[in-house]
């Protein structure tokens, strides 16, 4: 046939370059400690988004008059920039409405308090838990998984068709099919491209 096919696979991971500059009465030792592992990085000209990168190599620094100047590589394995303070959202009503205002699907953070066995439905994802003893149950949308404390709670959750719930760019329906269910609270872990 004529033209092309394109398939997305998804999103890729990449590098940033940033040039920063010491003052002379800047401690080098400190800014070579705080420069490396992974933490949140958050550009002035994106305020209150960050992405999670990585300094990958060691920094060398170059002395300039009075200033020493460096490239830092910021390695960003996860695409995606994030909302830096996001409050959670309580849903008490069903069908309750959660709404998302990032540009991408979020993965949300579930924390459901419950009893017995219920049955619940988000943005068209039918799942299903069985309490035991516990209030609540967090059920994690981006591990995929499902945790009471530091105890492993998947055992007792059921997700029809094995694909965890995600949150649509707009307004998404959580709806309590059957079962108890007094509130859900929502971190809806907003994302950006």
Same mark, same amino acid.
């Given at each position: 046939?004529?033209?092309?096919?394109?398939?997305?696979?998804?999103?890729? #991971?990449? *590098?940033?370059?940033?040039?920063?500059?010491? !003052?002379?009465?800047?401690?080098?030792?400190?800014?070579?400690?705080?420069?490396?592992? *992974?933490? !949140?990085?958050?550009?002035?000209?994106?305020?209150?988004?960050?992405?999670?990168?990585?300094?990958?190599?060691?920094?060398? =620094? +170059?002395?300039?008059?009075?200033?020493?100047?460096? +490239?830092?590589?910021?390695?960003?394995?996860? #695409? =995606?920039?994030?909302?830096?303070?996001?409050?959670?959202?309580?849903? *008490?009503?069903?069908?309750?409405?959660?709404?998302?205002?990032?540009?991408?699907?979020?993965? #949300?953070?579930?924390?459901?308090?419950?009893?017995? *066995?219920?049955? !619940?439905?988000?943005?068209?994802?039918?799942?299903? =838990?069985?309490?035991?003893?516990?209030?609540?149950?967090?059920?994690?949308?981006?591990? !995929?998984?499902?945790?009471?404390?530091?105890?492993?709670?998947?055992?007792?959750?059921?997700?029809?068709?094995?694909?965890? #719930?995600?949150?649509?760019?707009?307004?998404?329906?959580?709806?309590?099919?059957?079962?108890?269910?007094?509130?859900?609270?929502?971190?809806?872990?907003?994302?950006?491209?």
């Amino acid at each position: 046939r004529d033209g092309a096919t394109v398939t997305t696979l998804g999103r890729l #991971p990449y *590098t940033l370059q940033a040039d920063i500059e010491l !003052m002379p009465s800047a401690n080098i030792d400190n800014v070579i400690a705080w420069l490396q592992g *992974t933490g !949140m990085l958050e550009r002035y000209d994106d305020t209150g988004k960050y992405v999670t990168a990585t300094v990958l190599s060691q920094i060398e =620094y +170059t002395k300039l008059q009075s200033t020493k100047q460096a +490239t830092v590589d910021f390695f960003v394995a996860d #695409p =995606y920039r994030y909302v830096k303070s996001e409050s959670i959202q309580s849903i *008490t009503t069903f069908p309750g409405t959660i709404a998302n205002s990032g540009t991408a699907i979020a993965k #949300p953070l579930l924390k459901v308090y419950g009893s017995g *066995t219920i049955d !619940m439905t988000l943005n068209g994802v039918n799942f299903s =838990y069985v309490f035991d003893t516990n209030a609540y149950v967090h059920i994690d949308c981006d591990t !995929m998984d499902a945790y009471y404390g530091s105890f492993s709670k998947n055992r007792s959750l059921t997700i029809v068709g094995d694909v965890f #719930p995600t949150l649509s760019v707009g307004n998404n329906t959580l709806a309590l099919n059957s079962g108890t269910v007094t509130k859900v609270e929502v971190t809806k872990r907003t994302r950006y491209l």
